[in-house]
T-cell receptor, first 117, second 113 residues
Framework: DADVTQTPRNRITKTGKRIMLECSQT?????MYWYRQDPGLGLRLIYY???????NKGEISDGYSVSRQAQAKFSLSLESAIPNQTALYFC????????????????FGPGTRLTVT | RKEVEQDPGPFNVPEGATVAFNCTYS??????FFWYRQDCRKEPKLLMS???SGNEDGRFTAQLNRASQYISLLIRDSKLSDSATYLC??????????????FGKGTKLSVKP
């Protein structure tokens, strides 16, 4: 079973609809992230959470909100979807670097392809 | 200047070729550096970390030049399976960001038979 799962994997929705993307992880990591990826723009950070009580805005948080329901779950919501939110969305997790020189490796889910028409 | 810049490619090379990717970063205080690999329509995965002394993992060699704020990835004896997009990644150092990653847009490699 995958360590980081995302649901749904594909979604087509209409402008103005509310949509939630969900992410679950079994890695026991404290840190979770939401990114979007657009052709030619690379991965951009939307929100991140360092633990259940900690939520932070990333580079492009406008139009999005998140909820960290538990250590293992981090959901992303689009309150009123618009066409320029059409993108590939990735959830990722990482452990807390507890030792000097420890890696900041992030583990990604398989992605959700969202289309807003 | 963007935080992480890469040549987008594509690099089209024959099997067995040696290919090098370069990346520059703007924040001189960045501490950690990585190369991630992303296959088409798949999630990014860590390929290797990049250390100041340079490091090698099989056919892959990564180099870091802090003075020039430059990172490189060398792939020797290219295989068809090396075809992917290679993402240059650094950690920013603004307050509260420790552990976050800044991704370059990626360099696409296509290895042909």
């Amino acid at each position: 079973d995958a360590d980081v799962t995302q649901t749904p994997r594909n979604r087509i929705t209409k402008t103005g609809k509310r949509i939630m993307l969900e992410c679950s992880q079994t890695k026991g990591h404290d840190r979770m992230y939401w990114y979007r990826q657009d052709p030619g723009l690379g991965l951009r950070l939307i929100y991140y959470s360092f633990d259940v009580k900690d939520i932070n805005k990333g580079e492009i948080s406008d139009g999005y909100s998140v909820s960290r329901q538990a250590q293992a779950k981090f959901s992303l919501s689009l309150e009123s979807a618009i066409p320029n939110q059409t993108a590939l969305y990735f959830c990722a997790t990482s452990d807390l670097p507890r030792l000097a020189g420890a890696t900041y490796e992030q583990y990604f889910g398989p992605g959700t392809r969202l289309t807003v028409t | 200047r963007k935080e992480v810049e890469q040549d987008p490619g594509p690099f089209n090379v024959p099997e067995g070729a040696t290919v090098a990717f370069n990346c520059t970063y703007s924040n001189s205080a960045s501490q950690s550096f990585f190369w991630y690999r992303q296959d088409c329509r798949k999630e990014p995965k860590l390929l290797m970390s990049v250390y100041s002394s340079g490091n090698e993992d099989g056919r892959f060699t990564a180099q870091l030049n802090r003075a020039s704020q430059y990172i490189s990835l060398l792939i020797r004896d290219s295989k068809l399976s090396d075809s992917a997009t290679y993402l240059c990644v650094v950690t920013p150092l603004y307050k509260g960001s420790q552990g976050n990653l800044i991704f370059g847009k990626g360099t696409k490699l296509s290895v042909k038979p």
